[in-house]
């Protein structure tokens, strides 16, 4: 790469995420990502990638000094590495058991209210939130009420046609 193709701005930009990092502490790519994307027009899946790219490349380095340095407490990286990888494999454990009682949850509301209204039905009353409904007619005898949508059809001949209360 040719020194004149770099943009001083991707300099400038850089120099000022840094200061900023090094005052509040956060994370540069929290800061550097969107200045990419919105700033400079990169597509965000480029910003990220380069922000993981550098952060990874940094972090490994930084591994490395102080590691060598005698800084680490490295019984406190293995107890951290056990726990992070024991919660990633319960993690989608946990993630399917909560969706499969949310399944069997709705599903019993539902079984319980088609089961109040088929009992309704069958004694010829509307259920509850149906009865003070001006014009919610009941369904005619043979017919069927169709759920969620208050409307009663008539029953159906051989034909396939609605049979009329004229008939």
Request: charged share 15%; net charge positive.
């Amino acid at each position: 790469m040719i020194l004149a193709d770099i943009n001083p701005l991707y300099s400038i930009a850089g120099v000022l995420v840094g200061l900023l990092v090094g005052v509040t502490g956060v994370g540069g790519g929290s800061l550097m990502t969107p200045l990419l994307v919105l700033a400079f027009g990169f597509p965000p899946a480029t910003a990220v990638g380069t922000d993981l790219l550098y952060a990874s490349a940094t972090k490994s380095v930084g591994t490395v000094v102080h590691g060598a340095g005698g800084t680490v407490d490295w019984k406190v990286v293995r107890r951290m590495a056990l726990l992070q990888g024991l919660a990633g494999r319960a993690s989608p454990l946990l993630v399917n058991l909560a969706h499969a009682a949310l399944k069997a949850a709705i599903g019993r509301n539902i079984l319980r209210k088609t089961d109040r209204q088929a009992a309704c039905h069958q004694k010829g009353e509307l259920p509850l939130p149906y009865r003070d409904v001006p014009g919610a007619g009941r369904p005619a005898p043979g017919g069927r009420c169709q759920n969620f949508t208050r409307t009663c059809t008539p029953p159906v001949r051989s034909s396939g046609r609605p049979t009329s209360s004229a008939e």
